[in-house]
């Protein structure tokens, strides 16, 4: 167990859809990681939160946003679902934005686009 | 041409072999990370490392700066070992570039 919490654990929704994917990081933590994993497009990083603010965007898009609370969990809002959209979203956590951390990985939400 | 390169993308072993995973890199890395996903889709952090060599049991990793390389080392190979094995170069800042990954069976 790494200590990173994700829910709910499965999703299916229909196209054109909006859905709400929650993290909360290992206890201390202050970094939360985005990623998408696909058949097609393996891992995927899609964004980075620290202490509440955005701190590096990779290949994310413009209907999917995110943010981070001031308790540090972190929610993926994913909107006008498309099939493409369905995936595997995993979320990660770091001690800090800073140097090198090593992340932990939640166990994931599978997300099921009909 | 892909940032973070790994092979084999299938490997098949007896148990007991000996295994190599590799993984080459052109980016820019303050870090590399061995990750473990298992059929049931959860990923495992095995290693990082920015140098030299890391060892926790069965399991050995090696990186080479200069020459952008890393390798994962499974002596002893176990079928619990079965999993997918993905190398992430970590790059300045922390976003995690990866491989694709690489599909180990071991059969006893």
């Known amino acids: 167990d790494s200590g990173v919490t994700q829910t709910p654990k499965h999703l299916i929704t229909a196209t054109g859809q909006r859905v709400t994917l929650r993290c909360s990081p290992r206890s201390g933590d202050l970094s939360v990681y985005w990623y998408q994993q696909s058949l097609d497009q393996g891992l995927q990083f899609l964004i980075q939160?620290?202490?509440?603010?955005?701190?590096a965007k990779g290949n994310i898009l413009e209907r999917f946003s995110a943010q981070q609370f001031p308790d540090l969990h972190s929610e993926l809002n994913l909107s006008s679902l498309e099939l493409g959209d369905s995936a595997l979203y995993f979320c990660?956590?770091?001690?800090?934005?800073?140097?090198?951390?090593?992340?932990?990985f939640g166990p994931g939400t599978r997300l099921t686009v009909l | 041409k892909n940032e973070v390169e790994q092979s084999p993308q299938n490997l098949t072993a007896q148990e007991g072999e000996f295994i190599t995973i590799n993984c080459s890199y052109s980016v820019g890395i303050s870090a590399l990370h061995w990750l473990q996903q298992h059929p049931g889709g959860g990923i495992v952090s095995l290693f990082m490392l920015s140098s030299g060599k890391k060892k926790h049991g069965r399991l050995i990793a090696t990186i080479n700066i200069q020459e952008k390389h890393s390798s994962l080392h499974i002596t002893a190979s176990h079928p619990r070992d079965s999993a997918v094995y993905i190398c992430?170069?970590?790059?300045?800042?922390?976003?995690?570039?990866f491989g694709a990954g690489t599909i180990l069976r071991v059969k006893s």
């Open positions: 992430a170069a970590m790059e300045y800042g922390n976003k995690l570039v």
């Open positions: 990660a956590s770091s001690a800090s934005g800073e140097g090198y951390n090593e992340q932990f």
């Open positions: 939160y620290y202490n509440g603010e955005e701190r």
